[in-house]
């Protein structure tokens, strides 16, 4: 298992900006796709965006391209979640997922929750009108 801890979350206006931070630990990423993922109230969790630790590949959910970008440092073992522009309907719990296979994985999986292993127990995110 890899302990995944998100933090970054909290409310915003329509318009703002929220950076998100998912820590993990325990091993080297060289092979994983790292993943996040939003469930909003009466929802499924969806797909966000995701970024392949080797080469930093990244792939984004048409909702939120041009708006958010995702991004790793190495030394921290840490993927980000830079939020512009937000709306209301961004509003949700926004989870981080680590793929131990992600290297091998096609986006079109990439996108689906069941290659994800390992998930961090989601942080709130509420964009105010």
């Known amino acids: 298992q890899v302990p995944l801890v998100e933090s970054g979350g909290g409310l915003v206006q329509a318009g703002g900006s929220l950076r998100l931070s998912c820590a993990a630990s325990g091993r080297t990423f060289s092979n994983y796709a790292m993943g996040w993922f939003r469930q909003r109230p009466g929802k499924e969790r969806e797909f966000v965006a995701v970024?392949?630790?080797?080469?930093?590949?990244?792939y984004y959910a048409d909702s939120v391209k041009g708006r958010f970008t995702i991004s790793r440092d190495n030394a921290k073992n840490t993927v980000y979640l830079q939020m512009n522009s937000l709306k209301p309907e961004d509003t949700a719990v926004y989870y981080c997922?680590?793929?131990?296979?992600?290297?091998?994985?096609?986006?079109?999986?990439?996108?689906?929750?069941?290659?994800?292993?390992?998930w961090g127990q989601g942080t709130q995110v509420t964009v105010s009108s």
């Open positions: 970024i392949r630790w080797s080469g930093g590949a990244t």
């Open positions: 997922a680590a793929d131990p296979k992600g290297s091998w994985h096609t986006t079109s999986l990439l996108t689906t929750t069941t290659v994800y292993d390992d």
